[in-house]
Every structure is written in structure tokens, then in C-alpha cells.
């Protein structure tokens, strides 16, 4: 949600709206990738059921003179 829109309970509605319509077509797991930076986000999907698995950052990659 754009910080100016925040508060307003539109995460929250869109959140329902998505996990109603895949539970409607049988989905019956859903898994979330989320920046273990970006709390505000986890605490809204922990408020709403889902439980953290495993940490999760996201990060650039460089290109080093070793190969893989």
C-alpha cells in the first residue's frame, strides 16, 4: 500500500479479497515471499493467519571475479 494510503484498511480488504478467491477455486495452501525488512507487511499477514516459515531477504547480486 503507497505510505499515503496507508491506515485506510486497504491492504486488509485486498488481503480478503485474494485469499477469498483462491480458497473459492480450491487452493487450499498459500505461500507469501515478504522482505523480513518490510514489518509492516508481516504483521498484517500474521494478524490475518499466515505463519513465517523461513527468512526471506531480498538482496542485489554481484558479480564476483570467482566462478560458480
Not at 5 to 25: E, P, T
Not at 40 to 67: D, K, Q
Amino acid at each position: 500500500t503507497r505510505p499515503d494510503a496507508r491506515g485506510q484498511g486497504h491492504a486488509v480488504r485486498i488481503l480478503r479479497a485474494v485469499v477469498s478467491g483462491l480458497h473459492a477455486r480450491g487452493v487450499t495452501q498459500i505461500v507469501l515471499n515478504v522482505d523480513t525488512r518490510n514489518e509492516l507487511a508481516r504483521s498484517i499477514y500474521r494478524r490475518h493467519g499466515f505463519a513465517e516459515h523461513c527468512p526471506f531477504l531480498e538482496a542485489v547480486a554481484t558479480r564476483t571475479s570467482r566462478s560458480i
